[in-house]
T-cell receptor
Framework: DGGITQSPKYLFRKEGQNVTLSCEQN?????MYWYRQDPGQGLRLIYY???????QKGDIAEGYSVSREKKESFPLTVTSAQKNPTAFYLC????????????FGSGTRLTVV | DAKTTQPTSMDCAEGRAANLPCNHS???????VYWYRQIHSQGPQYIIH???NNETNEMASLIITEDRKSSTLILPHATLRDTAVYYC?????????????FGGGTRLMVKP
């Protein structure tokens, strides 16, 4: 079945370490997105990419980096510059030029200790 | 993109219809109304979307007022598994530069 996979589901890291969250989709979707969600809050856009080798900052890009070397993959690196990295991270994908919305992964819960 | 206003929380009895309202009074003529839901600690799930006409699928019905300034998501027979946060979003067609913006949503609690 086609879908979008995030791994790992839970991730623990020490403060000051960079960490990379994986997001892979086999839906042949053009665009991919990363969101951050804090407890009891909505989703905030970190980065998005609408074509391979190109990506754009969202509302809260500081302290994060991404790459889009393949259409299927959009990894997110949480760097040591992110002041409060503990959160639930969600990856999504979509087809451009349509109105069927996004398909989301199941999320990665990152805890920095 | 137009902003939406939703109640923070709602309760519904199991087996009854859940009617979730959304106000989007500044919606433009070519913006769609989307509904998603998020069960605790999972990714949001697409429910339904519409432009002008009412829509129905296997999950829910979407009723959009004639002036398009508000809409209602209807879960006809709510179950305990429908307990989730429901997001109402308005957006242009998902072309370059257009995003879905998720606000706080409505926390629906279905009770036995």
């Amino acid at each position: 079945d086609g879908g979008i996979t995030q791994s790992p589901k839970y991730l623990f890291r020490k403060e000051g370490q960079n960490v990379t969250l994986s997001c892979e989709q086999n839906l042949n979707h053009d665009a991919m997105y990363w969101y951050r969600q804090d407890p009891g809050q909505g989703l905030r856009l970190i980065y998005y990419s609408q074509i391979v080798n190109d990506f754009q900052k969202g509302d809260i890009a500081e302290g994060y980096s991404v790459s889009r070397e393949k259409k299927e993959s959009f990894p997110l690196t949480v760097t040591s510059a992110q002041k409060n990295p503990t959160a639930f991270y969600l990856c999504a994908s979509s087809i451009l030029g349509q109105n069927y919305g996004y398909t989301f992964g199941s999320g990665t819960r990152l805890t920095v200790v | 993109d137009a902003k939406t206003t939703q109640p923070t929380s709602m309760d519904c009895a199991e087996g009854r219809a859940a009617n979730l309202p959304c106000n989007h009074s500044t919606i433009s003529g070519n913006e769609y109304v989307y509904w998603y839901r998020q069960i605790h600690s999972q990714g949001p799930q697409y429910i339904i979307h519409g432009l002008k006409n009412n829509e129905t699928n296997e999950m829910a019905s979407l009723i959009i007022t004639e002036d398009r300034k508000s809409s209602t998501l209807i879960l006809p027979h709510a179950t305990l598994r429908d307990t989730a946060v429901y997001y109402c979003i308005v957006s242009l067609l998902l072309n370059a530069g257009n995003m879905l913006t998720f606000g706080g949503g409505t926390r629906l609690m279905v009770k036995p």
